[in-house]
């Protein structure tokens, strides 16, 4: 399938999403929110795919809305997504995968930018990236789960810092709140992704998708709950093939061959 706003392509098990209106900082308009929505809906339903990759094409991983389009196409642009939902709809969907989604961030992230990066399962940075929320600066807030997803993330004090002043932060400083994972050499993120990747497509398909499923449903649950969906999650992967095969291979001394059953 032709996109216009992304590239797409596949790589050992790796489907690997890049942002594609360089010009434009890879700002979110319409149309990739349309084109991101439809490669998510299929990346969910093929099997051959078990981890995504999402990167910036050129110098950002992502601008955030496409104020210019919303300022002067109000009733066709994004803007006029934004009072449907649509960007949170396509946050939902990609935070609803079952398989891990990396963020390979370029450069700048900046409020729908940084929303999408903390969507993703793990976050690895150029350290030339900086990262921020500026809705404030346009009597906005952010729209697509920025000011629930940041502190949880990060400390509460420090995400009303970054929401109150809108001011951005550079890499280090992001990956030392636990924004981000890992900051790398510029020019080398995206091949850290990919290493990322290759590593978890070794893993098994349905321990990483009882791991997420932990994650997203045990946080507000109180300890004793949560701690029986954990245990829950467990007691199915235990009738997996998978399961099977990653004792034997411990017990045989060799790689287990996972296919996600």
Same mark, same amino acid.
């Given at each position: 399938m032709k996109y216009n706003t992304i590239l797409y392509e596949k790589e050992d098990g790796a489907a690997i999403i890049t942002l594609n209106r360089p010009?434009?900082?890879? $700002?979110?308009? &319409?149309?990739? %929110?349309?084109?991101?929505?439809?490669?998510?809906? @299929?990346?969910?339903?093929?099997?051959?795919?078990?981890?995504?990759?999402?990167?910036?094409?050129g110098k $950002?991983?992502? &601008?955030?809305? %496409?104020?210019?389009?919303?300022?002067?196409?109000? @009733?066709?642009?994004?803007?006029?997504?934004?009072?449907?939902?649509?960007?949170?709809?396509?946050?939902?969907?990609?935070?609803?995968l079952s398989k891990p989604v990396i963020a390979a961030i370029n450069g700048l992230a900046i409020g729908g930018g940084c929303e999408l990066a903390m969507v993703c399962d793990l976050r690895i940075a150029s350290s030339s990236a900086s990262f921020g929320f500026g809705e404030i600066m346009i009597g906005m807030i952010p729209s697509a789960g920025g000011t629930v997803r940041l502190p949880?993330?990060?400390?509460?004090a420090k995400a009303r810092e970054m929401l109150f002043f809108?001011?951005?932060?550079?890499?280090?400083?992001?990956?030392?709140?636990?924004?981000?994972?890992?900051?790398?050499?510029?020019?080398?993120?995206?091949?850290e992704a990919k290493k990322w990747a290759n590593k978890l497509c070794l893993r098994a398909p349905l321990g990483l998708k009882?791991?997420?499923?932990?994650?997203?449903?045990?946080?507000?649950?109180?300890?004793?709950?949560?701690?029986?969906?954990?245990a829950k999650e467990a007691a199915i992967l235990v009738n997996s093939k998978d399961r099977q095969e990653g004792m034997k291979a411990f017990v045989e001394k060799r790689l287990p061959s996972f296919e996600g059953k």
């Open positions: 010009d434009r900082l890879n $700002a979110i308009n &319409a149309e990739m %929110d349309s084109e991101l929505t439809r490669v998510v809906n @299929e990346i969910a339903e093929d099997n051959t795919v078990r981890v995504i990759v999402i990167t910036g094409n $950002a991983f992502s &601008a955030g809305a %496409d104020i210019k389009e919303i300022v002067t196409s109000p @009733e066709t642009s994004f803007g006029a997504g934004l009072s449907r939902g649509e960007p949170l709809q396509l946050f939902i969907k990609i935070d609803n949880r993330l990060v400390n509460i809108g001011e951005p932060i550079d890499a280090n400083e992001a990956c030392r709140i636990g924004l981000v994972n890992k900051v790398v050499a510029p020019g080398t993120v995206l091949q009882a791991i997420k499923s932990c994650f997203k449903n045990c946080a507000q649950l109180p300890l004793a709950a949560a701690v029986e969906y954990e």
